[in-house]
């Protein structure tokens, strides 16, 4: 059974940078899709950015241009570089490994912004 550990969340001020690490651990196969959600308070979980193993991305209108969301496939990690961050996107961060229809999850990290 494939695990996800999260690193990286924290506090930043607004315009800061951080970044977002995925380590999972088993067996990662070529077909696996992996990405990041979130989800602020009182809202449902979110889409932010997902990965393919050929390299092919996709992201949330909200982060498009800030965000940037990478893949060490010899090292299962993926990575969410997040630029020039703003209020709106604080929230609990979740790693995601999408398998043959499957969803597996990350525990969370959580990402504050102050203004």
């Known amino acids: 059974q494939v695990q996800l550990v999260e690193s990286g969340g924290g506090l930043v001020q607004a315009g800061g940078s951080l970044r977002l690490s995925c380590t999972a651990s088993g067996s990662i196969f070529s077909d696996d899709i992996m990405g990041w959600y979130r989800q602020a308070p009182g809202k449902q979980r979110e889409l932010v950015a997902f990965?393919?193993?050929?390299?092919?991305?996709n992201y949330a209108d909200s982060v498009k241009g800030r965000f940037t969301i990478s893949r060490d496939s010899a090292k299962n990690t993926v990575f969410l570089q997040m630029n020039r961050l703003k209020p709106e996107d604080i929230a609990v961060y979740y790693c995601?490994?999408?398998?043959?229809?499957?969803?597996?999850w990350g525990q969370g990290t959580r990402v504050t912004v102050s203004s």
């Open positions: 995601n490994l999408r398998r043959w229809g499957n969803n597996i």
């Open positions: 990965i393919n193993s050929g390299g092919f991305t």
